[in-house]
């Protein structure tokens, strides 16, 4: 909606997210300039369309996140735009301007936000969505050595002003949706000062519209040690925020530099912000160097006493425009997608998504030779998705956080809203009650939330509703860990763990922090 926006305004545009709708021949066959992008796990669709648009001789233009981390990968495009589209749009659409229209176009600059136009939410279904995303800013002040979005944001959150956001906000308003908006930053409190601000004119906004929306974002753990932002999160319905705890074990965050995340008792900080009414989803990762047996109980129980209902347990992938990649590289440890080790080098790291090699984080994922023994990171991460996602214990974790949980709702539910949640409700509880597992469980939680106020009991639905896709996703965790176990047994060729390295690969000491190992030693519990 972003890049549509930025395109001339006499174009004619036609925008077809294909996670929701297929794409028909009549708009193929309409369009003369096919624009397309996305994510690594959207590879293999992208490239099905370069193909498709080159086999029609239609001018096909490729951006967004993994074209920009590996260019090389979408070659076959006749224009590759790559970074942020503010920029980088311009210096194509003026490339075609002089008739060059072929070739690669970047720029190591990064935009000012505050130039970026409003997006064309008029392109898009509102009913297609559980909620509609606005991003206010882009970039984080940490260091992760996983993370590739300081990599392709930098490390200087920009923030559009606030103007822009209001702006925004009026548009989806008067377009008609009401209900969950999504803030997609990086990091929404990657720059406190002026989310402060932007706080306080979002209040007056929600108060003059009568509250239309409730938010959920995603923000670094300090959130926690925040109380005037968490209240003032509070005071414009800010229900959900998504964490990366990643690990409960300091040392692992040390070596991953995040140590940000133990500065003080992760359980006491996440209950800490249910005080102040909002909800905490997360993310949790296996396979960091260093990782110890034990890891699974430490991380069971961390999920069972912060409370977090939706916690996102993944397995490492070393993303391709990463530090860690580039370290791993070096040591001479990443896999290709053909199962085969690399030798050292410093080359990039090219990271193909096919039908055979998912890359997501739940399943996909440890592309390089770990330090503990890659069975046992299997064989935990299915003990602790077997575990989290017992029906027995999500439902009863579900009752602790709701009973934690001070939520406070300002927004005011449309009509529309009203009928879809009544629909939304029926569907789950036929659900639960034709699932003998849960069954009990369900019914329990909902009669006991139903006598704690409407607040609870919303809550209580909207965190027992997903676990109707969470115990397929158990089972499929389930059912593909065994199969690694298998593969990592029996038919891989690469080693199960550093251990095994061939010789001259094993001299590095893996135990030292990796600051050392590359040489950038700085602290980073604070932002730089
Ligand atoms: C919101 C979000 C999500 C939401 C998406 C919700 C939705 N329906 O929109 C959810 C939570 C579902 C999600 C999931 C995942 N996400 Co995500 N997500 C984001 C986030 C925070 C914001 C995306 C956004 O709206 N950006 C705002 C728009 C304006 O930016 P943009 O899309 O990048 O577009 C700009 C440029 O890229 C360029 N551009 C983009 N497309 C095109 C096309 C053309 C033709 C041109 C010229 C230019 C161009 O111009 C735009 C303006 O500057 C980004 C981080 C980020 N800062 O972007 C990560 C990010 C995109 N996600 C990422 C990842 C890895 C994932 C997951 C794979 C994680 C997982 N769990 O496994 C899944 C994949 C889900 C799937 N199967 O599709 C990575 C992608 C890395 C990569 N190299 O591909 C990012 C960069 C962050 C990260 N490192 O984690 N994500
Ligand atoms: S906190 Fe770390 S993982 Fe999260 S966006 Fe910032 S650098 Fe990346």
């Known amino acids: 909606m972003t890049v549509a926006a930025l395109l001339p305004a006499h174009w004619d545009i036609r925008l077809t997210d294909i996670n929701v709708a297929d794409l028909t021949d009549e708009d193929w066959n309409w369009a003369d300039v096919i624009c397309t992008g996305g994510m ?74 505050t130039l970026s136009p409003t997006p064309r939410f008029d392109l898009i279904n509102f009913r297609d969505y559980l909620h509609v995303g606005i991003q206010i800013s882009r ?45 997609s930053d990086d990091n929404f409190i990657g720059n406190k000062k002026f989310v402060k601000k932007l706080l306080v004119a979002l209040e007056e906004w929600c108060r003059k519209r009568n509250y239309p929306f409730y938010f959920t974002t995603e923000a670094s753990m300090n959130l926690a040690d925040d109380d005037e ?93 990463t530090q860690l990649t580039r370290r791993l590289m070096s ?99 036929w659900w639960m009650t034709r699932h003998a597992e849960v069954r009990w469980h369900y019914w329990n939680n909902t009669i006991r939330t139903f006598w704690m106020g409407m607040a609870k009991f919303e809550f209580a639905q909207s965190m027992m509703a997903p676990y109707m896709h969470l115990s397929k996703q158990a089972a499929r965790v389930r059912h593909e860990m065994q199969l690694g176990i298998n593969f990592a047994q029996h038919k891989a060729t690469y080693p199960r763990s550093t251990a095994d390295l061939p010789a001259g690969r094993q001299s590095q000491d893996l135990s030292l922090p990796v600051l050392e190992v590359l040489g950038a030693g700085r602290d980073c519990s604070e932002p730089a």
């Open 40 to 113: 690594i796990p959207q590879q293999p669709g992208i490239l099905a369309i370069i193909d498709r648009a080159q086999a029609d001789e239609k001018y096909v233009v490729v951006g967004g996140p993994d074209p920009t981390s590996q260019p090389e990968v979408y070659e076959r495009a006749d224009a590759r735009v790559l970074g942020e589209g503010e920029i980088t749009v311009p210096m194509w659409l003026d490339a075609w301007r002089r008739g060059e229209p072929l070739g690669l176009f970047e720029t190591a600059d990064r935009p000012d936000v």
């Open 139 to 183: 970039g984080c002040p940490f260091n992760c050595e996983f993370c590739d979005i300081i990599e392709l944001y930098g490390r200087v959150p920009r923030s559009k002003s606030i103007e822009q956001v209001l702006t925004e906000l009026d548009r989806i308003a008067d377009l008609g949706h009401r209900g969950w908006v999504d803030v």
């Open 229 to 321: 932002l968490l209240d003032m999160m509070r005071r414009v319905d800010f229900r959900y925020v998504f964490m990366g705890i990643e690990s409960p074990d300091p040392d692992l965050l040390a070596t991953t530099q995040k140590r940000m995340n133990s500065l003080k008792p992760i359980v006491q900080r996440i209950h800490h912000v249910y005080e102040h009414g909002i909800a905490i989803t997360a993310g949790f990762i296996m396979g960091f160097d260093g990782e110890k047996p034990g890891t699974a109980d430490a991380l069971i129980d961390c999920i069972e006493e912060t409370g977090i209902n939706i916690a996102m347990v993944g397995l490492l992938v070393a993303l391709p425009n």
């Open 331 to 429: 040591e001479g440890r990443m896999i290709d997608g053909n199962h085969q080790l690399l030798p050292p080098s410093n080359d990039r790291y090219r990271l193909e998504s096919s039908d055979t090699i998912t890359v997501e984080n739940t399943t996909g994922g440890l592309n390089f030779v770990t330090t503990r023994d890659r069975v046992d990171v299997y064989d935990d991460y299915r003990r602790i998705i077997s575990t989290i996602y017992d029906p027995g214990v999500f439902m009863r974790r579900v009752m602790r956080t709701t009973r934690m949980l001070r939520p406070e709702r300002r927004q005011t539910p449309s009509l529309g809203e009203l009928r879809r949640n009544a629909v939304a409700f029926l569907r789950i509880a």
